[in-house]
């Protein structure tokens, strides 16, 4: 019975994730500089420059950043109508 379960949750993820069409917002210089910053947050950090409760939040941001990167979409930009991505 919880294999049926996965199989179904599974299933769902990922008809979710083929049907959720999340537009492209997310111009080049703004992926690249995301990137660049994620980078800098995980140089202080390895670094020893950052750490305790500063470096997790730092670090979630980073993470959000390189993934909003990766896909070319920010869930903060919906909401507002808001695209660095050039027209065209």
């Known amino acids: 019975m919880n294999s049926r379960l996965n199989k179904s949750a599974d299933y769902f993820f990922i008809h ?3 049907e959720f069409d999340m537009k492209k917002n997310m ?3 703004d ?3 995301r ?3 994620a ?5 202080l950090y390895y670094m020893g ?3 305790g409760t500063v470096a997790i939040v730092l670090g979630a941001l980073a993470l959000v ?8 979409t920010c869930p903060l930009y919906l909401p507002f109508n ?3 991505r050039p027209k065209g």
Request: glycine content about 6%; proline content about 0%.
């Open 16 to 18: 979710f994730l083929l």
């Open 65 to 72: 950043f390189l993934a909003t990167s990766l896909v070319s």
């Open 82 to 84: 808001i695209s660095t």
């Open 27 to 29: 111009g080049t210089l």
């Open 31 to 33: 992926r690249i500089l």
């Open 39 to 43: 980078l800098a947050i995980g140089v």
């Open 49 to 51: 420059m950052i750490s």
């Open 35 to 37: 990137v660049i910053i």
